[in-house]
C-alpha cells in the first residue's frame, strides 16, 4: 500500500518513536548516566541514546526535513530544504524516568508552516501511544480519544506545577478539583487530550519541543492549547520558548483563562 502525505509520515514517527521507547526501557531503572545542563535540569544517556537514534531515523528518512530536538547542542537545528520539521523530545519527563516512575515518554512531531501536521506521544512504561494527523482522528492505542466538556457547574479536574496551583487555589480553589502533577508535559496533555484531565496550566518557558506533538492532539481531540490571548501556538524550525500557557476543551477554555489571571508571567 503507498501512503502518502501526512499518512506517510505518521507510519514513519510512529515506528520510530517505539523503537526509542525500547531503547529509553533497556536504562529504565538501571542507573543511567546523568549529566545536568543549564537551569539545573537533567540529560541521562538514555536521553542522548535515543536522541541519535531518532535523529538518524527520522532525517534519514526525510532528508529534506529540518530537525528540533531537546539534546540538540547550540548551532544543531536543521532547517532543511523543505517546508516541514520535526520538533523532538527524546524523553520527556526525564526527572521522572531518572526516579523511576512510569510518566515519562517520547514526544515526536511534525510542523508545516507553523503548526503541527502530525504528532506521536509514546508513554512505553504505561503502555500507551497517542498519534494524530491534522486531518485524522486523535487515536489512543488505536481507539479515538476526546476532551472532556465539564458542564459550567463542574468542578474542573486541572493539574499544573504546585507553584501555579497555590496561586489558582488561593483566587478560586472552588472552582476546580486539583490532580497529581506529571512531571511530563507533553504525557500531561495527552491526558487532556483524551479526557482524562479537563485542562491544565503551563509555566513560562515551556519549549517547542514540550508541546507540539500534544498540541495537535489536544486540537483534533476538540480543544485548544493557547496562551493568554487564547491564539494557537505557532512553531519555529530554531525552536522557541512559550509565554504562560493552558489547555482544555474550546467551552472549559474561557473559565480556564481566567484561573490563569491569578499567575504571573
Known sequence: MILSGYQA???LVKAAAVEAGEIALGFFRRDPKVWWKEGNSPVSEADFAVDLMLRNTL??????????????????????TGS???????IDGTRAYLRGEDTWCVSIAVVENGR??????????MGEIFEVTADGTPLMN?????VAEPGPGDRM???????????????????FTSEKAVPSLAYRLALVACGRLDGTLIRPRASD???????????????????????????????????????????????????????PD
Do not use: N
Open 84 to 90: 516541514r520539521f520535526f520538533v523532538v523530545d527524546p
Open 59 to 80: 532525517v534519514g528518512a526525510r532528508p529534506d526535513y529540518g530537525w528540533v530536538s531537546e539534546e540538540m547542542q547550540p548551532g544543531d537545528a536543521r532547517t532543511g
Open 116 to 125: 503541527p501536521v502530525v504528532g506521536v506521544i509514546a508513554a512505553p512504561s
Open 209 to 263: 519541543w514540550d508541546i507540539a506533538a500534544a498540541d495537535l492532539l489536544i486540537e483534533r481531540a476538540g480543544g485548544l492549547l493557547c496562551g493568554r490571548a487564547g491564539l494557537p501556538t505557532v512553531y519555529r524550525s530554531e525552536g522557541r520558548r512559550h509565554e504562560i500557557l493552558m489547555a482544555a476543551s474550546l467551552a472549559a477554555m474561557p473559565r480556564l483563562r481566567r484561573l490563569a489571571e491569578a499567575v
Open 157 to 175: 479536574r486541572l493539574a499544573m506545577p504546585d507553584a501555579m496551583r497555590k496561586r489558582v487555589e488561593a483566587s478560586d480553589g472552588e472552582a
Open 142 to 146: 488505536g481507539a479515538p480519544c476526546a
Open 9 to 11: 509520515d505518521l507510519e
